[in-house]
């Protein structure tokens, strides 16, 4: 029992001074910050064998240890976490885009999970989960206080399997419970159509390991419609983010030269510049981006390059504002560090981080007003969110310098409804509306174009 008692500290003191090596520190701010840590991990330790000689029933090591690494990352910003082996195959799974669950994007505000969107076509969406609700209840736990993968864990499952939840939503007198069925989440990446009139739409869901060859898919079948592609809409709603690289890839295609997004971080291996090849690249046609709060990380990257090539219009609200990148560290145990280890910022300079990206055309989707609809979570309302520039302290980023030189039914307690009602009038009351004043409003711009290249543009080449 004694040597289990410093497995954990002893494991601690090497990452910890593993780090101060690695790092640029003088020798003595080495030193200093050492004897600092030697004596919390002394503290620590000291408090693990207590517990372990003194609580009322013998306690699991490995869980001790484990939930102090989690508290330790819980301290730092809400993107970095501790991931179990079981987590981490997760997260692996989450990227090919097919997994057992509800089908949300989850944060924590006010120490209370909220949901940022639901994806489309799936369980969560059907169900009537709206962006900005409170998850304050998963079965019969409360997730005040509950960690995002914590709870990712309890609200995904076989499919097949049931999960009850009880939401708060601004116009609700009391919580209400939905019981949703678990579903293989299979999000298609890519989506597309056409408009008419050589007007493409391309709706990008998620970034995944194939989104890049989906879309070049898509594109090619847009270009020999009739007419070829005069106009795109790139819709970017609710998309919240995925790969880094793929990010890149789908901004490559629609930029010919120059610099699409970098990273600043404090150790130089976190600093990259990702640049477009002309190669592949579609150009010859004007785009309208779709954004909104639910375009996050991934999504902003791809919004904040073409803005600032002057590439597409941004047309929408305001986006989420996750400008940090989060790397995964793998341990020799098989778990790993989910860490924020940079920030990105846009060709321009512009750090997201916190303030998102304003579009150039502020259009709501009719339903910011109305009661009942929540109010949308963005990434400066989490808490413990990394500092966006004038929120106070923030560590050196190129701001507006150049950038660097050289990476988720049960009926309510009056009985009145139930969550197959609520999923049913929802879903009614979207096919009745059929609107989408965004979208309308973008094709309407890419239309206009056209008229405005024939009349004025193309004359003028022949005259």
Known sequence: MKGKKWLGPAIVVMIFFAGFISGDLTASRHAAQANVAFGKLKAFGDVLSTVQASY???????ELVNGAIRGMLQTLDPHSSYLTPDMLKQVEVETKGSFGGLGIEIGVKDNVLTIIAPIEDTPAYRAGLQAGD???????????????????????????????IWIAREGLSEPRAYTITRDIIKIRSVKSKPMGEGI????????????????????????????????????LRNNPGGLLDQAVKVSDRFIDSGLIVYTDGRIENQKFKYFARKDGTYM???????????????????????????????????TFGKGSVQTIIPMEDGSAIRLTTARYFTPNGRSIQAKGIEPDLVIGDGRESPEGHPVPLREKDIERHLKGE???????????????????????????RNGKKDSASLEEGRKEEGKDPQLERAVELLKGWEIFKLRFIDKGKTS
Not at 56 to 62: A, Q
Not at 137 to 162: S, W, Y
């Open 284 to 318: 010859g046609f004007p785009m309208v981006v779709l954004v909104n709060a639910g375009s996050a990380s991934a999504s902003e990257i791809v919004a904040g390059a073409l803005q600032d090539h002057g590439r597409a219009i941004l047309l929408g609200t305001q």
């Open 200 to 235: 493409g739409y391309v709706k990008l869901t998620q970034f995944q390991q194939d989104t890049d060859s989906e879309l070049e898919k898509a594109l090619q079948a847009l270009t020999k419609e009739k007419g070829g592609l005069k106009g795109l809409v790139l819709d």
């Open 134 to 164: 409170k998850i304050v209840r998963i079965e019969n736990e409360p997730t005040r206080d509950m960690n995002v993968m914590d709870a990712v864990k309890r609200l995904r499952g076989e499919p097949g399997t049931n999960v009850t």
């Open 390 to 416: 004038g929120e106070g302290k923030e560590s050196p980023a190129p701001g507006k310098a150049m950038p660097p030189s050289s990476k988720e039914k049960k009926e309510e307690p009056s009985g009145k």
């Open 56 to 62: 009322v029933e013998e306690p699991n090591v490995e």
